[in-house]
């Protein structure tokens, strides 16, 4: 089956420090999407994006399909960026699976 | 507001007891999921249902049961067969299978005594 490996599976920052998430995936998929769960559990979209940029603010995320890799970029980061963040994707040959990677578990300090 | 509920957020049980979780949308989405999380790991499906009265097993349906009577509803049951039910349960929508994005409920942690 399809493989979602995120690096690093840790990180801890200093506040105002930038951070860069990696989601490799091991097929074709149709979808992938960022995830930030926070300490009490709930997991808050943070893109929808099967190819190209998107931003919102200091987040930002590239995926390149065909290179079968997605990046999370936080700039400025703060300490409520803490939690951990998980990389999830459609697999191409079958829509109703969505295939989780173990995350990155992510430490602002302040 | 729209969204996903789920409910109870904190679950004790017994063993050998059935425990039933509820979800409810009112994002008129087709699609719902159940997934499984436990300590420091991500997230496993359990069942997903594309549509009313429609359901297939994930990974680890195991132990597991569900039903999709209405279109706002996919309740979980955790039977007795379920060998380590303590975990946290995650229901999540969409709005068409493997179309749109996922959006998850809060949750629901289950706890055997």
Redesign the interface.
Same mark, same amino acid.
Not at chain 1, 5 to 23: F, H
Not at chain 2, 48 to 55: A, C, G, L, R
């Given at each position: 089956g399809i493989q979602v490996e995120q690096s690093p599976p840790d990180l801890i920052l200093q506040e105002g420090a930038n951070s860069t998430l990696r989601c490799n995936f091991s097929d074709s998929v149709?979808?992938l999407?960022w995830?930030h769960q926070n300490p009490? &559990?709930?997991?808050i979209?943070l893109f929808?994006i099967p190819s190209g940029t998107k931003q919102n603010g200091r987040l930002s995320a590239t995926t390149v399909a065909t290179e079968r890799y997605s990046l999370l970029y936080i700039s400025s980061s703060q300490t409520t960026d803490s939690g951990v963040y !998980?990389c =999830?994707v459609?697999l191409y040959y079958?829509?109703?699976?969505?295939r !989780? &990677? =173990? &995350?990155t578990r992510l430490t602002v300090k302040p | 507001d729209g969204g996903i509920t789920q409910s109870p957020k904190y679950l004790f049980r017994k063993e050998g007891q059935n425990v039933t979780l509820s979800c409810e949308q009112n994002l008129n989405h087709d699609?719902m999921?159940w997934?499984r999380?436990d300590p420091g790991?991500?997230?496993?499906?359990i069942y997903?249902s594309?549509i009313v009265n429609d359901f297939?097993k994930?990974d680890i349906a195991e132990g597991y049961s569900v039903s999709r009577e209405k279109k706002e509803s996919f309740p979980l049951t955790v039977t007795s067969a379920q060998k380590n039910p303590t975990a /946290?349960y995650?229901c999540a929508s969409s709005i068409k299978?493997?179309?749109?994005?996922? /959006? /998850?409920g809060?949750?629901s942690?289950l706890t055997v005594l």
């Amino acid at each position: 089956g399809i493989q979602v490996e995120q690096s690093p599976p840790d990180l801890i920052l200093q506040e105002g420090a930038n951070s860069t998430l990696r989601c490799n995936f091991s097929d074709s998929v149709n979808n992938l999407q960022w995830f930030h769960q926070n300490p009490w &559990g709930q997991l808050i979209n943070l893109f929808y994006i099967p190819s190209g940029t998107k931003q919102n603010g200091r987040l930002s995320a590239t995926t390149v399909a065909t290179e079968r890799y997605s990046l999370l970029y936080i700039s400025s980061s703060q300490t409520t960026d803490s939690g951990v963040y !998980f990389c =999830a994707v459609y697999l191409y040959y079958n829509n109703n699976d969505m295939r !989780f &990677g =173990a &995350g990155t578990r992510l430490t602002v300090k302040p | 507001d729209g969204g996903i509920t789920q409910s109870p957020k904190y679950l004790f049980r017994k063993e050998g007891q059935n425990v039933t979780l509820s979800c409810e949308q009112n994002l008129n989405h087709d699609a719902m999921y159940w997934y499984r999380q436990d300590p420091g790991q991500g997230l496993r499906l359990i069942y997903y249902s594309q549509i009313v009265n429609d359901f297939q097993k994930g990974d680890i349906a195991e132990g597991y049961s569900v039903s999709r009577e209405k279109k706002e509803s996919f309740p979980l049951t955790v039977t007795s067969a379920q060998k380590n039910p303590t975990a /946290f349960y995650l229901c999540a929508s969409s709005i068409k299978p493997g179309a749109g994005e996922l /959006f /998850f409920g809060e949750g629901s942690r289950l706890t055997v005594l």
